[in-house]
């Protein structure tokens, strides 16, 4: 079965720093890989996905996530962080054969913005 | 669109009581999946329906609970009866599957449910 790693679970940054919040996975073939956020009392929407092709995926809010096969990973990153980006973040990954490929999430990372 | 309504958002009960979270997907979907939140494990899939059918309810944790979906625009999760330890956010997803692979799911905003 596939899992997801994201062994941050908080990470503070300044306000208009680089950031990049690290997530692993785990199955035998190339997954569908997704990054979600939640804003407090929300619930998750999605950033960006990757299914196949390019391994730089562009997603929105000026965030990105670069799929990297040999390293089973998916990070996810944005060149400079507004205080609006203070969330949870969550990585998934689906997997599976057959015609239905569960999604299972990682256990988040919290981010702190501070000015 | 008005995206994945959920109902209630918020939902007090006492231990022993029946409680029925509501879920409606967004028009055209075919797929919803029920999930819970908590602190200590995270976000779980509980059931997942396909064509209103349930193809994988792995997740339900035991008999209290159970999930409904009558038709493709509207699906339940019952627990009865309520134990405290069912506090949790519950969140439903709605997707397109067009078959083979996967595909992006839209979430609710969620039901917090606190059970006393």
């Known amino acids: 079965a596939q899992s997801v790693t994201q062994p941050d679970i908080h990470i503070t940054v300044s306000e208009g720093a680089s950031l990049e919040l690290r997530c692993n996975y785990s199955?035998?073939?190339?997954?569908?890989l997704f990054w979600y956020v939640q804003s407090p009392g929300q619930g998750l929407q999605l950033l960006l996905k990757?299914?196949?092709?390019?391994?730089l995926v562009q997603g929105i809010k000026g965030f990105e996530a670069e799929f990297k096969r040999s390293q089973s990973s998916f990070n996810l990153r944005k060149p400079s962080v507004h205080w609006s980006d203070a969330a949870e973040y969550f990585c998934?990954?689906?997997?599976?054969?057959?015609?239905?490929?569960?999604?299972?999430f990682g256990t988040g990372t919290k981010l702190q913005v501070i000015p | 669109d008005a995206g994945v309504i959920q109902s209630p958002r918020h939902e007090v009960t006492e231990m022993g009581q029946e409680v029925t979270l509501r879920c409606k997907p967004i028009?055209?979907?075919?797929?919803l999946f029920w999930y819970r939140q908590t602190m200590m494990r995270g976000l779980e899939l509980l059931i997942y329906?396909?064509?209103?059918?349930?193809?994988?309810d792995s997740g339900m944790p035991e008999d209290r609970f159970s999930a409904k979906m009558p038709n493709a625009s509207f699906s339940t999760l019952k627990i009865q009866p309520s134990e405290p330890r069912d506090s949790a956010v519950y969140f439903c997803?709605?997707?397109?599957?067009?078959?083979?692979?996967?595909?992006?799911?839209?979430f609710g905003p969620g039901t917090r449910l606190t059970v006393l």
């Open positions: 329906f396909n064509n209103n059918v349930p193809i994988d």
């Open positions: 199955y035998g073939a190339t997954p569908y």
């Open positions: 997803a709605s997707s397109f599957y067009s078959g083979g692979g996967t595909d992006t799911q839209y």
């Open positions: 990757y299914f196949s092709g390019d391994t």
């Open positions: 028009s055209g979907h075919n797929s």
């Open positions: 998934a990954v689906a997997a599976g054969s057959g015609g239905y490929q569960k999604v299972t």
